[in-house]
């Protein structure tokens, strides 16, 4: 019974893992969206570069993070 529960608690996690890994990479893909619109309605200005740049690092940093945590976690079902 122990090993039954232990292996109910195991497939919990990686599917908690594969969530996780799905809600990065969709932040990922709507930074990466966001910094592509204020890239195109950007007039130069200092405090639009700094948006970009921000929104950009952190859009690629989520998206790659949460392809890999998705990509790595195995299927146990």
């Not at 039954?4 to 990686?14: L, P, Q, V």
């Not at 599917?15 to 996780?20: A, T």
């Not at 195109?40 to 921000?54: C, E, M, P, Y």
């Amino acid at each position: 019974m122990r090993t039954f529960n232990f292996a109910i608690t195991k497939s919990k996690k990686m599917n908690v893992k594969r969530i996780f890994g799905t809600v990065l990479t969709i932040l990922g893909i709507a930074g990466l969206i966001y910094a592509a619109v204020i890239f195109v309605n950007t007039s130069g200005g200092t405090r639009n570069v700094k948006a970009l740049a921000i929104f950009g690092i952190l859009g690629v940093l989520f998206f790659f993070s949460g392809i890999s945590l998705v990509r790595t976690t195995k299927d146990e079902s």
